[in-house]
Nanobody, 124 residues
Framework: DVQLQASGGGLVQAGGSLRLSCTFS????????IGWFRRAPGKEREGVSS???????IYADSVKGRFAISSDNAMNTVYLQMNSLKPEDTAVYYC??????????????????WGQGTLVTVSS
């Protein structure tokens, strides 16, 4: 079974930084994508960023220039470095795996496996 474990959430002041980690295990095809999603209180889930096995990345407009996704293939870990955090970034963040994906994407319905969420709270 594929399993994903997200960690790194916490409480931070506006303007601060956090780094989220997503560690995954199990049989994973060479071509895959890892995505970060978030759900803020009272809002729909939204895609934040994604990286595929070739290292290509995409970002939501709301986080471009502030967030950076990266991967450590040797450790089966994907990171989301979040800088210049804003109160509107407050949400539960989830990582997910899309199998057989040749490109990064944020179509949640195409993600096959999800980790538990990690809460990020940004105070003003």
């Amino acid at each position: 079974d594929v399993q994903l474990q997200a960690s790194g959430g916490g409480l931070v002041q506006a303007g601060g930084s956090l780094r989220l980690s997503c560690t995954f295990s199990g049989f994973i095809e060479d071509e895959h994508a890892i995505g970060w999603f978030r759900r803020a209180p009272g809002k729909e889930r939204e895609g934040v960023s994604s990286i595929n096995s070739d290292g290509s990345t995409i970002y939501a407009d709301s986080v471009k220039g502030r967030f950076a996704i990266s991967s450590d293939n040797a450790m089966n870990t994907v990171y989301l470095q979040m800088n210049s955090l804003k109160p509107e970034d407050t949400a539960v963040y989830y990582c997910a795996l899309s199998e057989s994906s040749w490109y990064p994407h944020m179509e949640a319905y195409e993600y096959d496996h999800w980790g538990q969420g990690t809460l990020v709270t940004v105070s003003s």
